[in-house]
């Protein structure tokens, strides 16, 4: 007997939707006070200003692929093995040394990836602190947080440190997110996003009715 996958839930995010997230979230990550962003996805700039500072807060990009097929990868890593294809730099650790820095990613989904790379960037941080004379390591220690502009509501293959202060633009079931920025017509994109939030909102009309 032949069978059928059934193709997942698609949720069709669009630029709008991030916007209203990240701007709403800006509000409670303010809190943490950044002086740096490590971007895994990087949207999250323009509303984190800093007061204090003129300008933006400055913004430093890290690449990590965990279902993306790399030249070299066989198939047993795709999906299950987190490659590093950009970092900070040989002096990564000076760089964050007393910075309050915010790594931002786009979705938690599984947290392999973001469990990496806040593992990989404390371990950046200690080879630096060891360097200092010890009365001054706690002032140079970084401080890290997270924001994600969604985290989906499924069990987690890692975990993050439980005093890490932890920000989610939106809590989702474990559903395909459909990005803007990955859409090839934008048009068609949005026009299916209205629709889907149309029908949606019937369908709790009726379910109210």
Do not use: C
Not at 15 to 44: C, G, Q, W
Not at 126 to 135: D, I, M, T, V, Y
């Amino acid at each position: 007997m032949a069978t059928t996958t059934q193709e997942p839930e698609h949720l069709r995010v669009t630029y709008n939707d991030v916007h209203n997230l990240i701007r709403e979230s800006a509000k409670k990550i303010a809190e943490f006070k950044p002086d740096m962003l490590i971007a895994i996805e990087s949207t999250a700039r323009t509303f984190l200003k800093n007061p204090e500072r003129k300008g933006n807060i400055p913004i430093h990009a890290i690449g990590l692929s965990l279902y993306e097929s790399l030249p070299g990868m066989t198939a047993e890593q795709i999906g299950a093995e987190v490659i590093r294809t950009q970092w900070l730099g040989p002096e990564s650790g000076k760089i964050l040394l007393g910075r309050r820095a915010l790594i931002v990613d786009e979705v938690d989904d599984s947290r392999k990836t973001l469990h990496y790379a806040v593992t990989e960037l404390k371990k950046d941080v200690e080879r630096e602190l060891a360097l200092l004379p010890e009365s001054e390591r706690e002032a140079k220690r970084t401080q890290f947080a997270v924001f994600v502009v969604h985290n989906k509501l499924k069990p987690k293959l890692a975990e993050l440190p439980a005093d890490m202060p932890y920000y989610a633009g939106d809590e989702i079931e474990d559903v395909w997110l459909d990005y803007p920025w990955e859409a090839q017509d934008i048009e068609e994109h949005d026009r299916l996003a209205e629709e889907a939030k149309a029908k949606k909102s019937a369908e709790a009309a009726q379910q109210q009715a």
